[in-house]
């Protein structure tokens, strides 16, 4: 009620004052320093420009800023209020009194000193945007016409339409025809381009021997036939799909299953699969229903395998910005759909319209939302994101096995945890003798302390030939002051560890959520080695002094001990009794998006 009241207020007083000296003192400002650093001759992002009256009457790609019709309801105002999906400025919402100053202006009309905004041709909004008469006569864009061979004057030598053509050019081109292979050359050249490999001595003996009009045709047939063809065809759709046995990029990690897609291009190339069957298979072949021994099963495991085209190719899977992460793998499926199938490079339109081709960025943005929508990942979250496999049996056996392994991946985290918990005590009572030990590891008094543990610090501390920064404070000392540098790193270790205990308890508390709901645990927790490097290599590197140490679980209380031994029985049992894994692929599936879109 206060705010639409100083609204009033404010009204009145430009409409008594000079409208253009309240835009000059109090609006103009507040975007110069809040919107020109984007929106300016030079960067213009969004295609918006702020730095002229007529940029900001001309509005963004995504049409003008200001509602005639409805001052209140204009897009500008709802982008500094933060009312809209466009949030701006993107680096912060800004004050409520520069917001009043803009809304003010607004309502009085927009006024921008010395511009006539009814002059300037505001752009129109994408959903608007027509494809142009050019656009549309482009060469590749213009439907398959059936073209009529032409007249040659050598029917002798056109043996089939195709010909005619090769010929009609020859002729244009004042030349002559090359005289007609040997039947050793054509074996040859039919052999090496329909399956890739030479002819054997058998068949080249047998073709040189047959002398029926249709011998080759035969040769033709007999390779057509053989699986070579399909493993010598079906790369250069391999090559088209980018396939790959890993996803390189980053950490370059293993599809285990891809060996599927690539036998089901190849059976596709030798069983003469129709195109458009393929096509389809690829982008939606587990929204098809199943076929022949698929549908005895009630699982279409060739179109769940077919559509390995979209989960395979290069991926950023340890990539820790997620959300960044699951659209470019959105961007990257458009990209290589559209360049297979449209020979367009349609990603482009993830930032703008394309200039020349009718290719806008909501075509782009409405075919995001679709692959957006599929399930592509297994589990989004952690260090490395798992990539999804859809199983090839039915969903029941499926689930059987996938809640026995969860339960075998819980049953040994428990044991593992208690491991933790256990080497947790036993350093909660060494690390008061932290400083002790280090000492002593340069010749001080070893009076009280474990002879072993100390051969460990000893080991430890020994300059080597690795470079530990970290440890400079320690080497640098002198014997006088060598204790409190020890104790200083008591410390940082204690401090460490505080952090590390926060970390576990967290994944604690995550891992029994993810039991209680049947899901994966999360990852356990990692550490900034930059930030503990000490507390790493003490503690949790297995030959650190405080880890511990071999056979370490013989030393854990009875009561403790048989727990632990309980559950690695359970686990035993668990990993005899679990059922055959069942055959998997690398796909996708129609399903929930993991993240908002």
Known sequence: ???????????????????????????????????????NPKSQRAGLDLTTGQGFYAGADSGVLIDSANLADSRILKAIGYHDRVKMPPTGKLKDTDIEKIRTWVMAGADWPGVDKSSVAALKAPEDRKITEGQKRFWSFQPLKTAAPPEVSSSEWSKNPIDAFVFAKLQAKKMSPAP?????????????????????????????????ANAFEKVVDRLLASPHYGERWGRHWLDVARYADST?????????????????????????????RFVKEQ??????????????????????????????????????????????????????????????????????????????QKDYYSLASIFASTKSFAKLEGTVSQMYRPPLVPKHVFNEWDTHQKKLAGTKRDVEMIDR????????????????????????????????LLAKWKEYLKPGVDVRPYLSRWEKADDAAALQVAESYRVEFEDSGKDYQIALNKWRKAVEKANIEGLPGPDKPTFDVSRHRFFEDVYLDKKGPFAPPENFEKTFPADVLAKREA???????????????????????????????
């Open 421 to 452: 918990e256990q080497a947790r005590l036993r350093v909660s009572g060494l690390v008061a003798r932290l400083p002790e030990y280090m000492v002593a590891s340069r010749g001080g008094s070893e009076e009280g302390l474990d002879a072993a």
């Open 180 to 212: 007609p292979a040997g039947k050793m050359t054509l074996l040859r050249r039919a052999t090496f381009d329909l399956t890739g490999l030479p002819p054997t001595a058998q068949e080249i003996e047998a073709f040189l021997a047959d002398n029926s």
């Open 283 to 360: 982008l939606a072949g587990d929204m098809m229903p199943p076929e022949g021994e698929d549908a005895k099963i009630g699982v279409n495991r060739r179109g769940l395998i077919a559509t390995g085209f979209l989960a395979i190719g290069p991926r950023l899977i340890a990539e820790q910005d997620k959300k960044k992460m699951y659209y470019d793998f959105v961007d990257e499926q458009i990209a290589t759909t559209t360049r297979a199938f449209l020979g367009l490079t349609v990603d482009c339109a993830r930032c703008h319209d394309h200039k020349f081709d009718p290719i806008s």
């Open 1 to 39: 009620m206060r705010i639409g009241i100083a609204v009033l207020f404010a009204v009145a007083a430009v409409a008594q004052d000079n409208p253009g000296d309240f835009f000059e003192k109090q609006v103009r400002p507040v975007i110069a320093e809040n919107c020109q650093s984007c929106h």
């Open 248 to 276: 390189g990029a980053d950490e370059d990690h293993r599809y285990p299953d891809a060996w599927r897609y690539r036998d089901y291009v190849i059976n596709s190339f030798n069983d003469d699969v129709p195109y458009d």
């Open 567 to 597: 559950l690695n029985a359970e686990v035993a049992e668990l990993q005899k009794t679990s059922p055959p894994q069942p055959d998997l692929a690398i796909g996708v599936e129609e399903g929930d998006t993991v993240t908002q879109h």
